[in-house]
């Protein structure tokens, strides 16, 4: 029940190597088991490079929590240990959360007499958890839950084979159980149960088989592993994906909130007590934790209510703990993503944007908020999921000519070994395999597709070219630049494999036709990829965000954005017809793609989803502009029925908008509307097709007009019907397009006008920069600015309340005279703010500044688009 933080000081602050410095403290844990991550810890690992690390270490083997097999015993990393008979589990989600995947992998490893749980949420973060069904003594609690759990798994196991007498009765127990934790609030204990050093004594023994016994022989311990985290470079990290930080909610539903993965805007009420969101306390025991791993005692600012709660979360548990204890002084500035949407939904000038953006992504696994869940809330939002971290980089055309030649090698082998089974007389054991070989012959005129399945890569972020980490040197390059450096890149790896290629190198731009005959041969020999995956995958991720499929439609973005910052400029009138024109436009490509039911991407033609996530932008820019346009927004009321007119148009014209989350209750209506006008349309073909043909007027049913009449009246009615409730929905829309628009009246550090548009660094809008770096800026300034909060110690405030009176009082500090500064965004950051930051950090001319930036995730207009308007989202 211990926490591991190494306290290692340095001269350099680096989250991502202070992190690796823990492992080591761990190894007599981990040495000669299989270790179980969920997916959170896979995505921090991967980041960090850590498991050739557990390699030196001595696991057994490193296998998925979620989605563990049996079979997870076999592989094995050291070939000289012996079969595991321990288990450890790293797991970034609550222990609640965890269970089932736990008692799942104990169930199913019989031969497992030690278990040990490293959990990155502490003790008191998993007893101040609303609704958590463990108490102060979390950890020990657990334990003795878990050891319960299964003992009683393998009872209901056991009686259940004495009657059925078959042998898989467990394996369809845990399939009928699911695995799911009987958590109770631990008045159910039991006499068998023992956690203690009782259990330690009988590692020696054999297991027996009997239930009575398994309890006693299974230790189980649970250890904090704090720093779950995702280091983009060294000075760059953010939170995993999947794990309880980043999945709790930021803000319950209410008049000022936003989404449950976004801060509320900041009234001048910061929640307090039990109005306290999960996301803030847990991010505020991460934000201790981290400070304290890398020795720093922090002076912590915040802008923003949520901001505020968590400054005061940390500051109280800094006075409990960090009492007498020297360390490193650095400033910690928290800040809510609620004060600065624009940046997060703009398609800026960043390669590792459109990376993100372009790249598929890892599919989720199931939400641990599911039926059964103890961590289930009851008064929350349940269905916050970020997008994974773990990018799934394409490397099949490395491989094209090799996959195709595997595959007919393959199907050669089987048919001759047919051929040669078929002589005999054992015909009746052929047939499974001669249809095997009807079908891969039948494969094989299409592409080999298991080499894309395998040949997938991903970033991580310890590779390096001669020291400088890839991702820590393209973190803060703009498209251009970044393409450019990643030629250069390639290039130097193909010099020292002394592999030359003719390529026609132009200067400027890096184009796809340069990067993939460079890619392909770097990679054409297995030793020179696996010298040079680094590169190879950070170059192929380029290349697919270069492609005409995907820079098309962000380039139109762009252009987009481009004219609504122009418009916003001008006049209300102007912003609201430029809005308009998106709409029509994206509906007659609704109406296009339903006649001929595809469309060419290279087009860059956009979609009704990114009209929507403009006309946020959009409203945005006309709340920062003309704030008192019209009575409830910043268009008028003509302005902005046409906008809504326009909508309603889209929609119905558009069979692919039916499951948009804010037309929830008419996708049935609208799904059934889009068939019937399929029907009427094949009906009306096939008709005109008759009347090209002679008939005389006998044929003809002149006799039906009246029925045709009473069809068409209903149908008429109906389809009223069907646009009454649509603008009811769109009216619902725009009203949270209202809010949005009025976010800088609403938030208190925005209303003075330092942040907004008139105090930009530039005459031109478009290239204004986001608030990160006005913040920035104006901190090294040493300016003042308006609700930036100061957190005061214990003793600060002692000082401020007892002692001010004798004019005593302790000077408030300056962030701009800290050497370290630490940067936190609740709710999220992107490349553009990473980039910006270092500008700002550049023209403050103060190289003797560490900056290091954090965010719960990595946003992309893709994400903002689910948190404000997509499944994520409040509306």
Same mark, same amino acid.
């Given at each position: 029940?211990?926490?591991?933080?190494?306290?290692?000081?340095?001269?350099?602050?680096?989250?991502?190597?202070?992190?690796?410095?823990?492992?080591?403290?761990?190894?007599?844990?981990?040495? #000669?088991?299989?270790?179980?991550?969920?997916?959170?810890?896979?995505?921090?690992?991967?980041?960090?490079?850590?498991?050739?690390?557990?390699?030196?270490?001595?696991?057994?083997?490193?296998?998925?929590?979620?989605?563990?097999?049996?079979?997870?015993?076999?592989?094995?990393?050291?070939?000289?240990?012996?079969?595991?008979?321990?288990?450890?589990?790293?797991?970034?989600?609550?222990?609640?959360?965890?269970?089932?995947?736990?008692?799942?992998?104990?169930?199913?490893?019989?031969?497992?007499? $030690?278990?040990?749980?490293?959990?990155?949420?502490?003790? +008191?973060?998993?007893?101040?958890?609303?609704?958590?069904?463990? #108490?102060?003594?979390?950890?020990?609690?657990?334990?003795?839950?878990?050891?319960?759990?299964?003992?009683?798994?393998?009872?209901?196991? =056991?009686?259940?084979?004495?009657?059925? &007498?078959?042998?898989?009765?467990?394996?369809?127990?845990?399939?009928?159980?699911?695995?799911?934790?009987?958590?109770?609030?631990?008045?159910?204990?039991?006499?068998?149960?023992?956690?203690?050093?009782?259990?330690?004594?009988?590692?020696?023994?054999?297991?027996? #088989?009997?239930?009575?016994?398994?309890?006693?022989?299974?230790?189980?311990?649970?250890?904090?592993?704090?720093?779950?985290?995702?280091?983009?470079?060294?000075?760059?990290?953010?939170?995993?994906?999947?794990?309880?930080?980043?999945?709790?909610?930021?803000?319950?539903?209410?008049?000022?909130?936003?989404?449950?993965?976004?801060?509320?805007?900041?009234?001048?009420?910061?929640?307090?007590?039990?109005?306290?969101?999960?996301?803030?306390?847990?991010?505020?025991?991460?934000?201790?934790?981290?400070?304290?791993?890398?020795?720093?005692?922090?002076?912590?600012?915040?802008?923003?209510?949520?901001?505020?709660?968590?400054?005061?979360?940390?500051?109280?548990?800094?006075?409990?703990?960090?009492?007498?204890?020297?360390?490193?002084?650095?400033?910690?500035?928290?800040?809510?993503?609620?004060?600065?949407?624009?940046?997060?939904?703009?398609?800026?000038?960043?390669?590792?944007?459109?990376?993100?953006?372009?790249?598929?992504?890892?599919?989720?696994?199931?939400?641990?908020?599911?039926?059964?869940?103890?961590?289930?809330?009851?008064?929350?939002?349940?269905?916050?999921?970020?997008?994974?971290?773990?990018?799934?980089?394409?490397?099949?055309?490395?491989?094209?000519?090799?996959?195709?030649?595997?595959?007919?090698?393959?199907?050669?082998?089987?048919?001759?070994?047919?051929?040669?089974?078929?002589?005999?007389?054992?015909?009746?054991?052929?047939?499974?395999?001669?249809?095997?070989?009807?079908?891969?012959?039948?494969?094989?005129?299409?592409?080999?597709?298991?080499? #894309?399945?395998?040949?997938? &890569?991903?970033?991580?972020?310890?590779?390096?070219?001669?020291?400088?980490?890839?991702?820590?040197?393209?973190?803060?390059?703009?498209?251009?630049?970044?393409?450019?450096?990643?030629?250069?890149?390639?290039?130097?790896?193909?010099?020292?494999?002394?592999?030359?290629?003719?390529?026609?190198?132009?200067?400027?731009?890096?184009?796809?036709?340069?990067?993939?005959?460079?890619?392909?041969?770097?990679?054409?020999?297995?030793?020179?990829?696996?010298? $040079?995956?680094?590169? +190879?995958?950070?170059?192929?991720?380029?290349?697919?965000?270069?492609?005409?499929?995907?820079?098309?439609?962000?380039?139109?973005?762009?252009?987009?954005?481009?004219?609504?910052?122009?418009?916003?400029?001008?006049?209300?009138?102007?912003?609201?017809?430029?809005?308009?024109?998106?709409?029509?436009?994206?509906?007659?490509?609704?109406?296009?793609?339903?006649?001929?039911?595809?469309?060419?991407?290279?087009?860059?033609?956009?979609?009704?989803?990114?009209?929507?996530?403009?006309?946020?932008?959009?409203?945005?820019?006309?709340?920062?502009?003309?704030?008192?346009?019209?009575?409830?927004?910043?268009?008028?009321?003509?302005?902005?029925?046409?906008?809504?007119?326009?909508?309603?148009?889209?929609?119905?014209?558009?069979?692919?908008?039916?499951?948009?989350?804010?037309?929830?209750?008419?996708?049935?209506?609208?799904?059934?509307?889009?068939?019937?006008?399929?029907?009427? =349309?094949?009906? =009306?073909?096939?008709?005109?097709?008759?009347?090209?043909?002679?008939?005389?007027?006998?044929?003809?049913?002149?006799?039906?007009?009246?029925?045709?009449?009473?069809?068409?009246?209903?149908?008429?009615?109906?389809?009223?019907?069907?646009?009454?409730?649509?603008?009811?929905?769109?009216?619902?829309?725009?009203?949270?397009?209202?809010?949005?628009?009025?976010?800088?009246?609403?938030?208190?550090?925005?209303?003075?006008?330092?942040?907004?548009?008139?105090?930009?660094?530039?005459?031109?809008?478009?290239?204004?920069?986001?608030?990160?770096?006005?913040?920035?800026?104006?901190?090294?300034?040493?300016?003042?600015?308006?609700?930036?909060?100061?957190?005061?110690?214990?003793?600060?405030?002692?000082?401020?309340?007892?002692?001010?009176?004798?004019?005593?009082?302790?000077?408030?500090?300056?962030?701009?005279?800290?050497?370290?500064?630490?940067?936190?965004?609740?709710?999220?950051?992107?490349?553009?703010?990473?980039?910006?930051?270092?500008?700002?950090?550049?023209?403050?001319?103060?190289?003797?500044?560490?900056?290091?930036?954090?965010?719960?995730?990595?946003?992309?207009?893709?994400?903002?688009?689910?948190?404000?308007?997509?499944?994520?989202?409040?509306?």
């Amino acid at each position: 029940m211990s926490s591991y933080v190494a306290l290692i000081p340095s001269d350099k602050i680096s989250c991502e190597q202070d992190i690796l410095d823990i492992y080591p403290v761990i190894s007599e844990h981990i040495e #000669g088991a299989t270790i179980y991550l969920d997916a959170g810890c896979t995505e921090s690992f991967q980041f960090l490079g850590a498991f050739p690390l557990l390699l030196e270490l001595g696991v057994h083997a490193v296998c998925s929590l979620e989605d563990m097999s049996p079979l997870d015993m076999v592989g094995d990393w050291s070939p000289k240990s012996d079969p595991a008979r321990k288990v450890v589990v790293f797991a970034s989600r609550l222990l609640s959360d965890s269970h089932r995947y736990v008692l799942r992998c104990l169930s199913t490893h019989q031969n497992v007499c $030690n278990c040990t749980i490293f959990t990155s949420i502490s003790e +008191i973060a998993h007893s101040a958890y609303p609704d958590s069904p463990l #108490g102060p003594d979390a950890f020990r609690e657990y334990e003795s839950l878990l050891v319960q759990d299964y003992e009683e798994l393998l009872k209901r196991c =056991e009686a259940k084979s004495k009657q059925s &007498g078959e042998s898989n009765a467990k394996e369809n127990l845990i399939a009928d159980d699911d695995g799911w934790s009987q958590l109770t609030s631990g008045k159910e204990e039991t006499s068998a149960v023992e956690s203690g050093s009782g259990a330690k004594e009988t590692y020696e023994d054999e297991p027996t #088989g009997h239930v009575e016994d398994v309890g006693q022989k299974l230790f189980v311990s649970v250890h904090h592993f704090p720093l779950i985290l995702c280091p983009l470079s060294p000075r760059v990290f953010v939170l995993p994906s999947e794990g309880s930080v980043a999945e709790a909610y930021l803000s319950a539903q209410h008049e000022n909130s936003l989404s449950p993965g976004l801060p509320p805007l900041s009234a001048g009420l910061p929640p307090d007590g039990e109005d306290t969101p999960p996301g803030a306390t847990l991010t505020a025991q991460f934000l201790y934790h981290l400070a304290a791993k890398m020795d720093l005692k922090t002076e912590i600012y915040s802008l923003g209510d949520l901001s505020k709660t968590v400054g005061k979360v940390l500051t109280d548990m800094s006075s409990l703990y960090d009492v007498g204890r020297r360390k490193r002084s650095a400033g910690l500035l928290l800040i809510d993503r609620s004060l600065d949407l624009l940046t997060p939904c703009s398609h800026g000038d960043s390669l590792i944007d459109r990376i993100f953006s372009a790249l598929p992504r890892r599919e989720p696994t199931s939400s641990p908020h599911m039926k059964g869940s103890q961590t289930q809330l009851k008064h929350g939002p349940v269905d916050l999921q970020r997008a994974p971290l773990d990018v799934q980089i394409p490397l099949k055309f490395l491989r094209e000519e090799d996959s195709t030649t595997e595959s007919f090698q393959l199907l050669e082998s089987i048919d001759a070994f047919l051929h040669g089974w078929k002589s005999s007389d054992l015909t009746f054991q052929t047939v499974d395999l001669i249809n095997l070989n009807t079908k891969l012959q039948d494969e094989s005129k299409k592409p080999f597709r298991s080499a #894309g399945k395998i040949l997938n &890569g991903s970033f991580v972020s310890a590779e390096s070219f001669r020291g400088t980490p890839y991702l820590e040197a393209i973190l803060d390059r703009k498209t251009k630049d970044g393409s450019v450096l990643i030629r250069k890149w390639l290039q130097e790896a193909l010099r020292r494999e002394n592999i030359k290629v003719n390529v026609k190198i132009r200067p400027g731009f890096a184009t796809k036709s340069e990067l993939h005959p460079l890619i392909k041969a770097l990679a054409r020999s297995d030793s020179s990829l696996m010298r $040079n995956k680094g590169i +190879i995958q950070l170059a192929a991720a380029t290349l697919h965000a270069l492609d005409e499929i995907n820079s098309a439609k962000w380039d139109a973005l762009i252009s987009a954005e481009k004219m609504l910052n122009i418009s916003a400029g001008d006049t209300s009138q102007s912003l609201a017809t430029q809005i308009t024109d998106l709409i029509n436009k994206s509906a007659v490509v609704g109406s296009h793609v339903k006649k001929i039911g595809t469309l060419k991407p290279s087009q860059g033609i956009l979609s009704f989803q990114d009209v929507l996530l403009l006309i946020v932008s959009g409203y945005i820019l006309a709340g920062e502009n003309f704030p008192t346009s019209g009575s409830g927004g910043p268009f008028s009321w003509q302005e902005e029925h046409f906008m809504k007119e326009a909508i309603v148009d889209a929609v119905l014209d558009n069979p692919g908008v039916a499951k948009l989350k804010f037309l929830n209750g008419l996708t049935e209506e609208l799904e059934a509307k889009f068939n019937k006008m399929n029907s009427e =349309e094949a009906k =009306e073909e096939s008709m005109s097709q008759l009347q090209s043909d002679d008939f005389d007027d006998d044929q003809w049913g002149w006799g039906d007009e009246d029925a045709d009449k009473n069809t068409k009246k209903e149908q008429v009615y109906s389809d009223m019907q069907l646009k009454l409730e649509l603008r009811d929905r769109v009216d619902n829309l725009f009203k949270f397009l209202h809010k949005l628009s009025s976010m800088r009246r609403r938030n208190l550090p925005l209303r003075e006008g330092t942040f907004g548009v008139e105090s930009n660094f530039s005459e031109d809008l478009y290239t204004s920069k986001g608030l990160i770096y006005k913040l920035l800026t104006r901190i090294l300034g040493k300016h003042d600015i308006p609700g930036l909060e100061y957190h005061s110690s214990t003793v600060g405030r002692i000082f401020k309340s007892g002692f001010g009176r004798f004019g005593l009082g302790q000077a408030k500090p300056s962030l701009a005279d800290q050497n370290v500064l630490l940067v936190f965004i609740i709710g999220g950051i992107n490349g553009v703010e990473v980039r910006e930051a270092q500008e700002a950090l550049s023209e403050s001319r103060r190289p003797d500044i560490e900056l290091i930036l954090g965010g719960t995730t990595l946003l992309t207009p893709n994400d903002m688009y689910d948190l404000l308007l997509g499944d994520s989202s409040y509306i």
